[in-house]
Nanobody, 125 residues
Framework: QVQLRESGGGSVQAGGSLRLSCAIS????????MAWFRQVPGKEREGIGT??????EIYYSASARGRFTISGEKTKMDLLMNNVEPEDAGIYYC????????????????????WGQGTQVTVYS
């Protein structure tokens, strides 16, 4: 069974940078699709982007392009947040996405996704 653990959350000043990490342990498949999601109070969990363990492909959702950078290796995936905005505040989750829609590794919600416990990001001005 695979386990995911996020770290690196905390308080960051608007305009600053923050790096989140997701450690992967346990049984994992080389073809896993790793993803970052964000949940803001009162809103649905939103996909930020993905890292494919098999191909190394990185994908960004439209809302994340330009300020967020995803990187990864066999046992870890990072999310670097630059020029942080107040709207970036929320709980950030790492996940293994179980379904590849259209054969692509994308941040899609599914009941059988595997989730980390989340890490809180707070933005202050």
């Amino acid at each position: 069974q695979v386990q995911l653990r996020e770290s690196g959350g905390g308080s960051v000043q608007a305009g600053g940078s923050l790096r989140l990490s997701c450690a992967i342990s346990g049984d994992k498949f080389s073809s896993s699709c790793m993803a970052w999601f964000r949940q803001v109070p009162g809103k649905e969990r939103e996909g930020i982007g993905t890292f494919s363990l098999s191909s190394g492909e990185i994908y960004y959702s439209a809302s994340a392009r330009g300020r967020f950078t995803i990187s990864g290796e066999k046992t870890k995936m990072d999310l670097l947040m630059n020029n942080v905005e107040p709207e970036d505040a929320g709980i950030y989750y790492c996940a293994i996405v179980i379904v590849w829609y259209g054969g692509a590794c994308r941040p899609v919600m599914h009941p059988q996704n595997t989730w980390g416990q989340g890490t809180q990001v707070t933005v202050y001005s």
